[in-house]
């Protein structure tokens, strides 16, 4: 098992952290638990609330994802401002209550990697800018969001790269605009994103 997917795991076992820490002490079964302990999952952890982690090594990553928006400040916003950065993307709308569970969380790694070579982006799937800029304001999100509404193209360029009917979603791209991990489901734990946004940071 590489010592990358470790730090994963490590992060990831924090997530369950309340609901686990009295089942493995003691040894109880568990199959998430499992997963961890047994480190065959190659990348994949799948919760039972739906939570999924994929992480992708750098030689079986795709071709890098290049897209256009309009932001809900009103700017316009291509892959080409974050080339060379890590960046997380995140899917989700003002009317999706594990949106709402998981903004603060996100925000918290906003926060982690100030000053560094990350970049945050928010696509907003079906609101106008005013209904995602007070989301933003109510919660703490201090970066933009792509509004889908305004230019759907994004949404597009984003298909093939993670399933998009059901959000919260949130990719990971290394460097070169590749998805370097899949995050699928409400993000409970910021040290997971965290953990796999500073592993991809370290890559190069």
Same mark, same amino acid.
Not at 52 to 65: G, L, Q, S
Not at 97 to 107: F, G, K, N, Q, Y
């Given at each position: ?17 309340? *609901? ?18 047994? *480190? ?34 009103? %700017?316009?916003?291509?892959?080409? %401002?974050?080339? *060379? ?41 079906? %609101?106008?800018?005013?209904? =995602? ?19 759907? =193209? ?30 699928? *489901?409400?993000?409970?734990?910021? =040290? ?13």
């Amino acid at each position: 098992m590489s010592r990358g997917f470790s730090r994963v795991r490590a992060a990831a076992s924090v997530l369950l952290s309340l *609901g686990l820490v009295a089942g493995l002490a003691a040894c109880a079964a568990d199959p998430l638990a499992d997963q961890y302990r047994e *480190g065959d999952n190659k990348g994949f952890v799948a919760a039972a609330n739906g939570f999924e982690v994929v992480e992708i090594k750098a030689a079986d990553r795709t071709d890098p994802i290049e897209f256009e928006g309009v932001l809900d400040t009103g %700017d316009k916003t291509s892959s080409a %401002d974050y080339a *060379g950065d890590v960046t997380v993307v995140n899917f989700w709308y003002a009317g999706c209550a594990p949106c709402r569970v998981e903004a603060p969380e996100l925000a918290k790694v906003y926060d982690a990697f100030e000053g560094q070579d990350v970049k945050f982006l928010g696509v907003n799937l079906y %609101d106008g800018a005013e209904a =995602s800029q007070a989301f933003a304001k109510k919660f703490g999100v201090q970066y933009p969001s792509a509004l889908t509404t305004v230019d759907g =193209s994004i949404k597009l360029a984003f298909a093939g790269a993670t399933p998009l009917n059901a959000v919260p979603v949130t990719l990971v791209l290394d460097k070169e605009g590749r998805v370097a991990a899949r995050l699928i *489901g409400q993000i409970e734990e910021p =040290s997971i994103l965290e953990t796999l946004v500073r592993e991809t940071l370290e890559e190069s």
